[in-house]
Nanobody, 124 residues
Framework: QVQVVESGGGLVQAGGSPRLSCAASGRTFSNYAMGWFRQAPGKERECVAAIDYTGRNSDYADSVKGRFTISRDNTKNTVYLQMNSLKPEDTAVYYC?????????????????WGQGTQVTVSS
């Protein structure tokens, strides 16, 4: 079994730059892709960023490209999401997830293990 635990959410002013962290345990972290998804009220869960097992390749949703950066530290079994220039429409519960495969993917069905989520609320 794999456990992922997110931290770093909260209330942020528009334009702010919080960083989310996700600690993973339960299997060899460095063998698998990781992703960050978000879900706003009344909307489907969407992938905002994904990173491959090496940390060298990543992918982003168009809505966050240029503002968010995903990274990982395989020595600490941790993945990060640096969020810059936040907008009110970024308000959502953000979920960290561990992938089924090694390569980065934006597809929700390629992720098996999910954290509880952390709320990010952006005030205007």
């Amino acid at each position: 079994q794999v456990q992922v635990v997110e931290s770093g959410g909260g209330l942020v002013q528009a334009g702010g730059s919080p960083r989310l962290s996700c600690a993973a345990s339960g299997r060899t972290f460095s063998n698998y892709a990781m992703g960050w998804f978000r879900q706003a009220p009344g909307k489907e869960r969407e992938c905002v960023a994904a990173i491959d097992y090496t940390g060298r390749n990543s992918d982003y949703a168009d809505s966050v490209k240029g503002r968010f950066t995903i990274s990982r530290d395989n020595t600490k079994n941790t993945v990060y999401l640096q969020m810059n220039s936040l907008k009110p429409e970024d308000t959502a519960v953000y979920y960290c997830t561990a992938g089924r495969y090694a390569l980065a993917s934006m597809k929700i069905y390629e992720y098996d293990y999910w954290g509880q989520g952390t709320q990010v609320t952006v005030s205007s």
